[in-house]
């Protein structure tokens, strides 16, 4: 007997196992589809609405959990909600992809009952979701409604407390992007400060490689409008492995000097990595998401001793343990050394775990960039070493040494 009409997605590289789930759950009146691979779930999710996606952890070429990753990056667990499905015994994975914003998980074999409770908890959710937002709301944020004065044109991505939108400015008659705190989302007035002090961080600097800041509002939700920057992530242009050495230290120089403006005005990112850096068509990067930037002046209002904040392949030791140092510019130095390694190499020193990684950060000296890419120019690598030294004295000491060393290769 039908029980529901909804959209399903699963994702399968084994066509036996999306087989078995996409016939029972047609039997129980939902619409499925099927794919057995990571890009066409990608390019499926982005162009269609399902409530609610099946997706396998293990899989060729783009995996269950990188496919999460990118999702996240434009939908919330609310949005879209995503079950993993996974093989017994593979509870590191299944750690993991929770870590990475999955919903829930199922295990292989599918208990067919246990996984269609499952299903249905989280599409009940999806839409208590859904209809939370639209009472809280009078505004839409869906292509083509209007925002305060500006007009909906494109979601563009998700973080941890809003979304980004593509939208068109009236009063500039041009593009901007829009950051905004979603419906739905009820945050302390702590988090909300959080929100707001990543435009006022913005705001204060001013450079070519920052990011720029139009403007900060609290109606009809808060948010804030920068510049639109066309082109790729730099996480996106690493994909197909490294970077020419003259983009590398191109890149770098730019980078670096961006971050010396941060600091100049006591701002520390703190999460510093590729998918924050926007490169231009013209090769210029933006440094952006500044939303867990420390600034000295406000530090202890919102961060509590102890907090681990960043992203543990790109974060210094000292953010990982704070006994080893202060969080300071030379944190941001790191988390650039690291960039630059994964320019060099095609991908950061340390991998794996969150707790992996973090112990080998503690633990380990990375492999050296020119034992992974040969032609690595001795200069370069050196910088990159020096960079990514465990211990704050013996790194860069601000963006200015730094770009004195790039500038002599």
Not at 111 to 134: G, H, M, N, Y
Not at 309 to 323: F, H, K, N, R, W
């Amino acid at each position: 007997m039908t029980e529901y009409s909804g959209t399903i997605l699963i994702v399968d590289d084994n066509p036996l196992n999306y087989d078995f789930l996409s016939r029972r759950l047609s039997k129980r009146g939902y619409q499925t589809q099927c794919v057995d691979n990571g890009a066409d779930a990608l390019r499926l999710i982005h162009n269609t609405e399902f409530d609610i996606v099946l997706l396998d952890v293990m899989m060729p070429e783009m995996s269950g959990l990188e496919v999460l990753e990118q999702v996240r990056k434009k939908y919330s667990k609310g949005e879209l909600p995503i079950i993993m499905v996974t093989s017994k015994g593979a509870s590191e994975d299944i750690v993991e992809a929770l870590n990475k914003g999955a919903n829930d998980y199922i295990m292989k074999p599918v208990d067919f009952p246990v996984a269609l409770a499952r299903i249905k908890t989280q599409i009940s959710q999806r839409q208590e979701f859904l209809d939370f937002a639209k009472q809280k709301s009078t505004y839409s944020l869906q292509v083509g409604a209007k925002f305060g004065n500006y007009e909906i044109k494109e979601k563009l991505g998700q973080g941890g407390m809003g979304s980004v939108f593509r939208v068109f400015d009236p009063l500039l008659e041009r593009m901007v992007a829009l950051k905004v705190i979603l419906p739905g989302h009820e945050f302390t007035s702590a988090q909300i400060e959080r929100f707001t002090r990543e435009a006022k961080a913005i705001a204060r600097i001013k450079h070519p490689n920052i990011i720029a800041i139009h403007e900060i509002g609290e109606y009809p939700r808060h948010y804030f409008t920068m510049d639109l920057i066309e082109g790729q992530n730099l996480s996106q242009l690493l994909r197909d492995g490294p970077l020419e050495f003259p983009k590398i230290i191109a890149l770098t120089k730019r980078m670096a000097s961006g971050l010396g403006a941060a600091h100049e005005k006591g701002i520390i990112h703190r999460d510093l990595k590729p998918s924050n850096i926007m490169v231009a068509p013209n090769g210029e990067p933006h440094l952006m998401d500044f939303g867990l930037a420390k600034l000295d002046s406000e530090e202890a209002q919102i961060t509590r001793t102890g907090d681990i904040v960043g992203t543990p392949e790109y974060m210094a030791p000292e953010q990982i343990d704070p006994s080893l140092g202060r969080v300071d510019q030379r944190s941001d130095l790191f988390s650039l050394g690291v960039i630059l390694y994964e320019m060099i190499t095609g991908g950061p020193p340390f991998t794996g775990t969150p707790i992996r990684v973090m112990w080998q950060k503690l633990n380990s000296p990375p492999q050296p960039p020119g034992f992974i890419n040969q032609q690595t120019p001795p200069l370069l690598e050196a910088i990159c070493i020096k960079a990514m030294a465990k211990n704050q004295d013996d790194r860069y000491q601000n963006a200015h040494a730094l770009l004195v060393d790039l500038n002599g290769i």
